[in-house]
């Protein structure tokens, strides 16, 4: 790989003994090139159906990271000050050398995430991308007009609140840990699990409010 | 070649042991979400049925548990990648040599590739 590629991501670092697939990735590929090769998967049409799943694949990780971190002052001084740890603690292994960094937002700061350069998304937590997320689109303006972006999702913050953009790395995958409701007080960590949306956690959206859960 | 959710909710019936909700198979990496739609090309296409599928998936898993396999769930798509590779040799779609030659093929596409760029597969890399 060359000196910019390494430039552009900072920390970027590869040996030779380290791929960007694990064992099992390079397996999966290989079995879908044949199966292509001879016809038997149309890859496309595999991307239809899993796009179809991309909601339900893992968000329900991270909401639980989400709900915790509302509902127990302690783990979410963990959750800030090391990641990687405190989602191990609910035990969601990811891949290897994924260093996990959790990006509070604040009435100050709005914070969103995005990978210009492909698609780095932490999976462990959120599952697979949207379509959007891997969109040309969206990983340019992110970074140019992030509150044209946020507009686009319907998302209107307040003048005084700074957005700040997080670009992700084969090697450190952010999530974005949303303000609690308001009038949730009391709330238990299921109830609270409730009001997390996936958007949410990459920053283009807000948490639902407790009036639009039945 | 079409692949719908009904035919994905009726494999998830089908085949014991598929995480699911109401809606459907549920993943937790995306590859798992590739080898199940593989699965379910495959069976549309009349390679094995999913009686056939369960057999030799549940045999596997057997196989796994007694060389020490935690069965916790998180394994469960391991053991189906692994039925993947075993039927696809048994019913002459291609062979275990094949797939390793793959495998190494992509492993040597993911090493040369550098990061942000998409992992493609070309001839250099069947070494």
């Given amino acids: ?214 | 070649m079409n692949l719908t959710p009904q035919q994905a909710m009726r494999a998830a019936v089908a085949v014991p042991g598929v995480p699911r909700d109401e809606d459907g198979p549920v993943f937790r990496e995306p590859w798992e979400a590739r080898a199940f739609a593989m699965a379910l090309a495959l069976h549309e296409a009349g390679i094995f049925s999913w009686k056939e599928w369960a057999e030799t998936l549940g045999a596997q898993i057997k196989r796994a548990q007694a060389e020490g396999d935690p069965d916790t769930g998180e394994t469960y798509y391991r053991h189906w990648l692994a039925t993947l590779e075993t039927l696809v040799a048994a019913k002459g779609v291609t062979t275990s040599d094949i797939l390793h030659r793959y495998r190494d093929a992509w492993d040597h596409a993911a090493d040369r590739t550098p990061h942000g760029a998409p992992i493609e597969l070309t001839p250099e890399d069947f070494g």
Avoid at chain 1, 11 to 30: C, G, K, N, Y
């Fill in chain 1, 1 to 214: 790989m060359s000196d910019h590629d390494h430039d552009h991501h900072g920390r970027h670092h590869h040996d030779h003994d380290h791929s960007e697939l694990s064992e099992t990735e390079l397996r999966v590929r290989a079995l879908e090139s044949i199966l292509t090769e001879k016809g038997y998967v149309d890859p496309a049409a595999l991307d239809v159906l899993i796009d179809l799943y991309e909601k339900k694949i893992g968000p329900r990780n991270g909401v639980r990271v989400v709900a915790k971190a509302w509902s127990d002052p302690a783990y979410r001084e963990r959750l800030l000050k090391d990641a990687t740890a405190a989602i191990a603690e609910l035990d969601y292994s990811g891949r290897q050398g994924e260093h996990m960094v959790v990006v509070e937002n604040t009435p100050e700061q709005h914070n969103m995430v995005v990978c210009t350069l492909c698609s780095c998304y932490p999976h462990p937590v959120l599952g697979l991308p949207p379509v959007w997320y891997k969109s040309a689109p969206y990983r340019s303006r992110a970074v140019s007009d992030p509150r044209g972006v946020l507009k686009d999702f319907g998302v209107t913050l307040p003048d005084t609140t700074k957005i700040r953009v997080w670009d992700s790395t084969a090697e450190i995958r952010y999530l974005v840990l949303p303000m609690r409701p308001e009038g949730t007080e009391g709330w238990s960590e299921e109830q609270l699990a409730e009001l997390v949306t996936r958007d949410s956690m990459i920053g283009t959206g807000l948490p639902k409010q407790p009036g639009e859960i039945t």
